[in-house]
């Protein structure tokens, strides 16, 4: 698929998921990778894959899955003299990283299921791979689950998840999502995606989180959020801030009825905030850590230590001055 297609797909959430849009960005590297040049030379391949990979990068702001997995696989082209060895470079690391990404949610999906007992009625909110193979996991290992899932408004993600729960076999409530209060001292975990993690813990998922992870923390119910180590934003630790997307005021209020009321504005963001404090566990596929472990992930699995933070802080006190 070319890049401007995968491109349109990301921002259209035709291809949505932080995990499943990172795959892609690699993919759509990877093929633009391959394809023939006008002009066959280093420099052009390189301006070439720059700018592919912005175009992607582009597309939604938040999945912090995005720009890693571009950075990943743009690696490749670190170290290269000839075009051959830059088109190598970049193939084989978004066809290595497409690759770990699955086997992360598999091993998520284990780390995860350990987590949930027997007899557990878990609350799911919106439509994550990640927190999904847990539940599913769980399910495969005989444990009998019960799960309630939102309905994820404006763009209903929860109908994804209930499908695949359904075709799972496992027994699923639907709710709206201002019904998770009530329900709550019926859950007796909490588990949902991510779409970033900051270096304090904060995990920032689709709109409404927080407010399912307060509730829960309100009820005493445990909130496990399953997350790739790609989903961790290094930039945080030198005070970067994660951008909450805002979407098109359409997918809330149809423009022939938000145009008979001129003094109504809509707004729309797709993500919020949780603080690490509402939050018990992050499942990665490293192993599960307190969300006050998350500076350990950024160091040790995207190699941001301490030297790169001093790199990027001359930087960052550079331009203000
Ligand atoms: P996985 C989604 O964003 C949801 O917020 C979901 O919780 C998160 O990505 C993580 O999903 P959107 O694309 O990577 O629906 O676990 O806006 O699939």
Redesign the pocket.
Known sequence: MLVTETADKIKR?EI???????RAAAQALRDCAEFPLSKNDLGTFRSGMQRAAQVLVAT?P??V?LPNAVHIVLAGLEGATTLDSAREGVIRRAEAFIDSSRHA?EQIARIGARHIADGDTILT????????ACIIQAHRDGKSIEVFATE?RP?N?GLVTIRTLNDAGIKTNFIVDSAVRSFINDIDLVI????AVTVNGAVV??IG?SQVAHSASEARVNVLV???TY?FAPRTIIGELIEI?ERPPQEVLPDEIARTLPHVTVRNP??DVTPADYIDLIVTEAGAIPPQMAYVIIREYLGWGIEEFHKAFEINTRHEE
Not at 16 to 22: E, K, N
Not at 125 to 132: G, I, K, R, T, V
Request: with cysteine; hydrophobic share 40%; charged share 25%.
């Open positions: 959430m949505r998921g932080a995990g499943r849009i990172a939604r938040t999945a899955s949610v909110h919106c439509n994550s791979e990640a927190a999904l994820v763009r993600q949902v995606g991510a779409d998922n689709k989180t399953a997350a790739e989903k997307e797709a993500f």
